[in-house]
T-cell receptor, first 113, second 113 residues
Framework: EAGVAQSPRYKIIEKRQSVAFWCNPI?????LYWYQQILGQGPKLLIQ????????DSQLPKDRFSAERLKGVDSTLKIQPAKLEDSAVYLC???????????FGPGTRLTVL | GQQLNQSPQSMFIQEGEDVSMNCTSS?????WLWYKQEPGEGPVLLIA?????ELTSNGRLTAQFGITRKDSFLNISASIPSDVGIYFC?????????????FGGGTRVLVKP
């Protein structure tokens, strides 16, 4: 069974530029999560989708971050414009509906200069 | 918001040693989970605990869900070089809260030179 796929794996941008990350969850997983992991810290939830609907986006900085999962499968997370403090690894995770076991992708490491 | 404090922040292991780490919370959780993260990868679930007082093993790993539901510990017995990585505890309130994970700051396990 294929795991959670994320791309790109690495991205370097300058502050005030825009960037987008893509996630393809495990087939059949209805719930998708985006986490931000700053160096030396644990992952922090940004947004949770159930199919194509948002369940929780209370920790998403909505002035610059947006995410969508239009067809309830893959998802895109965007930052516009990026700030230096956005440098982090962005992890995507997915789970079957009703399950508590989240499977994580390898992450996208973002560096903002 | 809820905070999980993990200790120690880092530790050195020598092959064959037993090591332990713990996690405490300011509030209760219904599920405690332990993850391991290696460089360039997402966290991988090691052990899940569902009941206060529960003691669960997975090979050389043993974890316990504290009676107060505010803490958990993880033991690794007879450590080997591939145990190196970052170990995260995570708490979950349950399906009503979207199975959202709150992570600790991690314990970095390194090999003694």
């Amino acid at each position: 069974e294929a795991g959670v796929a994320q791309s790109p794996r690495y991205k370097i941008i300058e502050k005030r530029q825009s960037v987008a990350f893509w996630c393809n969850p495990i087939s059949g997983h209805a719930t998708l999560y985006w986490y931000q992991q700053i160096l030396g810290q644990g992952p922090k939830l940004l947004i949770q989708f159930q199919n194509n609907g948002v369940v929780d986006d209370s920790q998403l900085p909505k002035d610059r971050f947006s995410a969508e999962r239009l067809k309830g499968v893959d998802s895109t997370l965007k930052i516009q414009p990026a700030k230096l403090e956005d440098s982090a690894v962005y992890l995507c995770a997915s789970t079957l509906a009703g399950s508590n076991e989240q499977f994580f992708g390898p992450g996208t490491r973002l560096t903002v200069l | 918001g809820q905070q999980l404090n993990q200790s120690p922040q880092s530790m050195f292991i020598q092959e064959g040693e037993d090591v332990s780490m713990n996690c405490t919370s300011s509030s209760i959780f219904n599920t405690w989970l332990w993850y391991k993260q290696e460089p360039g990868e997402g966290p991988v679930l090691l052990i899940a605990l569902y009941k206060a007082g529960e003691l669960t093993s997975n090979g050389r790993l043993t974890a316990q869900f504290g009676i107060t539901r505010k803490d958990s510990f993880l033991n690794i017995s007879a450590s080997i070089p591939s145990d190196v990585g970052i170990y995260f505890c995570a708490g979950q309130l349950g399906e009503a809260a979207g199975n959202k994970l709150t992570f600790g700051g991690g314990t970095r396990v390194l090999v003694k030179p």
